[in-house]
């Protein structure tokens, strides 16, 4: 067995009678970097919120190595707001060396780790600039830095990748490995789902302040729908729509998709697209992340649609 790094366990909390989380359940693996995807409104950041101690859960626990997260851990997480929350007319240098020390480095400690930051991330030039003066991405860019600059033992993110420009996601995607690989559980939120899919190492899927799906892209795919592309150049159309539990999802020119019910044979769908002629390719199309969010979404609308 792993050895614990940080865990959310059955985590709950209700404003009034709107339910934000409902036993909210995962953990955050030594090294690991998780990402935490949901439409807005899931819970993600009330979760987050309850990690940091920022607010209190109604029931459940955060622990951290095993124990119950407390105040002295609390100081060694390094949390990126969704609202950036960086001082506008402090200089940027000042700021991050103040946030070091608040967090218990020493004066030498904590310049040192500024310099060190602020050149890792492309902004040491703006080190006497007012975070003011900055351009939204470079203030990005500080935030982390902000996150990062009194070395975290754990890294909690919210929606670190908004309105990063391309160069800017790649200089963060790297730091996040990078921090991974000295052993630091690595949590983050993300409306990109692409980038969630090749970044992390598992996925958390919320829906309404529950965990609905949570593994590697790997292991979510293994559960989802099997879905064929079948490239059938003298296949009329509608050639595959009587067969057993299939369901044609479109066709682009002779390529058709489609989807496999509980029970289907794959084979049946091969045997009815060589009666047609020759078959170009057939094979099984991988789901992105974006489609297992879908599925997963969708699902539980209709489950509760039945209800």
């Not at 935030?143 to 033992?153: K, T």
């Not at 995607?173 to 598992?202: I, N």
């Not at 965990?211 to 150049?233: H, I, N, Q, W």
Request: net charge negative; proline share 4%.
């Amino acid at each position: 067995m792993s050895e614990p790094g940080l865990e959310i366990d059955a985590v709950s909390k209700r404003y009034g009678a709107v339910v934000a989380l409902e036993k909210m359940t995962f953990d955050v693996r030594p090294g690991e970097l998780f990402g935490f995807v949901g439409s807005n409104g899931a819970g993600k950041t009330t979760t987050m919120r309850i990690a940091l101690g920022v607010l209190s859960a109604d029931a459940g626990e955060v622990r951290y190595a095993g124990e119950p997260v407390n105040y002295e851990t609390r100081r060694h997480i390094g949390y990126m707001p969704e609202e950036r929350g960086l001082y506008p007319k402090m200089k940027v240098g000042e700021q991050l060396t103040y946030l070091a020390r608040l967090h218990g480095m020493s004066a030498s400690d904590a310049k040192a780790s500024t310099e060190r930051w602020t050149e890792r991330l492309g902004v040491a030039a703006r080190r006497d600039s007012e975070v003011q003066a900055l351009s939204l991405g470079n203030q990005q860019r500080v935030q982390l830095a902000a996150a990062l600059v009194h070395e975290p033992r754990i890294l909690v993110l919210d929606e670190p990748f908004s309105g990063l420009d391309p160069v800017a996601v790649d200089v963060m995607s790297a730091v996040l490995r990078e921090k991974a690989a000295t052993g630091v559980p690595v949590v983050f939120s993300s409306h990109q789902l692409d980038l969630v899919e090749r970044l992390c190492d598992r996925i958390g899927i919320v829906r309404s302040g529950r965990m609905e799906a949570c593994g590697s892209v790997a292991e979510l795919r293994s559960g989802g729908a099997v879905r064929l592309l079948v490239d059938a150049p003298e296949a009329a159309d509608g050639w595959a729509a009587g067969l057993p539990g299939v369901t044609v999802l479109g066709r682009e020119g002779a390529v058709t998709e489609v989807e496999l019910g509980d029970g289907a044979d794959d084979q049946a769908v091969l045997r009815a697209a060589l009666a047609t002629g020759p078959v170009r390719e057939f094979s099984r199309k991988l789901p992105s992340l974006t489609d297992l969010f879908r599925s997963v979404v969708s699902e539980h609308q209709t489950q509760e649609t039945a209800a």
